[in-house]
């Protein structure tokens, strides 16, 4: 999955990413929906690319412009990767949770998982490091 300008991606968690793209300067900008709180979230970045046929490399920054943010939530969070995989990274590093972008026509995969009932034993609930930006919804 190549990124185009106008085109709306999304994480494992379904926040979606619109991406307006500056092909001449490399640079990407856009708005993130499903932010916490308010409206949408900024997104700004850059990308290189070695020939026009190779993917990607890519840093997102996308940011909070709604004010302050639930407790334990972030305000500013990083999305690396090579197009379509991407990682989370937060003002203390890197946050372990790695993904595939995919179209905003196809459900999250977080989202599936949500669905899928549980066993004998099992509850829900927050994993390791979701309240740090990657559940913004």
């Not at 300067?25 to 308010?38: A, K």
């Not at 407790?71 to 203390?92: F, I, T």
Request: aromatic share 12%; glycine share 14%; charged share 15%.
């Amino acid at each position: 999955m190549a990124f185009i300008n106008g085109q709306c991606i999304q994480d494992q968690y379904g926040n979606q990413y619109i991406l307006n793209i500056d092909a001449a300067h490399q640079y990407i900008t856009g708005t993130v929906s499903g932010g916490q709180g308010g409206g949408a979230w900024i997104l700004t970045g850059s990308y290189v690319q070695s020939s026009p046929t190779d993917p990607w490399i890519f840093e997102l920054t996308v940011s909070n412009s709604n004010g302050a943010t639930q407790p334990g939530y972030v305000a500013v969070y990083k999305l690396k990767g090579v197009e379509p995989n991407a990682a989370w990274y937060y003002q203390d590093g890197y946050g372990g949770q790695e993904f595939a972008f995919t179209p905003c026509t196809v459900p999250p995969a977080m989202a599936e998982a949500d669905r899928e009932p549980l066993q004998a034993g099992e509850q829900r609930g927050a994993r390791a490091g979701e309240q740090r930006g990657a559940q913004t919804g």
